[in-house]
């Protein structure tokens, strides 16, 4: 799977932005989708994960109840949805899938090891 992120651009704090990320090659729909980041100088950090049918979903604390992720299998494309965006937010963000034959844990969601297929990254910027 070949994954292709877009959508990232410069945004004032309190503002939104919407993430796309589309796979080409071949289906996702046996694949959990996430979300992470690296923000400068700091380690990758998960953001949020879609289950492979898109019905279940994990977010990190520090956007849950503002990001909102999900998934159209038949178009092969997974969507961050950004609300409120503050400084802490600017970051690289990559999506990454991750091929699953089962249910997994929260935990197996979040863990960046676990994915195999990785995007380039766009980059998020928001300004105070």
């Known amino acids: 799977v070949q994954l292709q992120a877009s959508g990232g651009g410069s945004v004032q704090a309190g503002d939104p932005l919407k993430l796309s990320c589309t796979a080409s090659g071949r289906p996702i729909w046996d694949h959990v989708m996430g979300w992470f980041r690296q923000a400068p100088e700091k380690e990758r950090e998960f953001v949020a994960a879609a289950s492979a049918s898109g019905e279940n979903s994990v977010y990190a604390d520090s956007v849950n109840g503002r990001f909102k992720i999900f998934r159209d299998n038949r178009r092969k494309i997974v969507y961050l949805e950004m609300k409120n965006l503050n400084p802490e937010d600017t970051a690289v963000y990559y999506c990454?899938?991750?091929?699953?034959?089962?249910?997994?844990?929260?935990?197996?969601?979040?863990?960046?090891?676990?994915?195999?297929?990785w995007g380039q990254g766009t980059l998020v910027t928001v300004s105070s």
């Open positions: 990454a899938g991750r091929r699953v034959t089962g249910q997994i844990t929260s935990a197996q969601f979040m863990e960046g090891s676990g994915y195999g297929f």
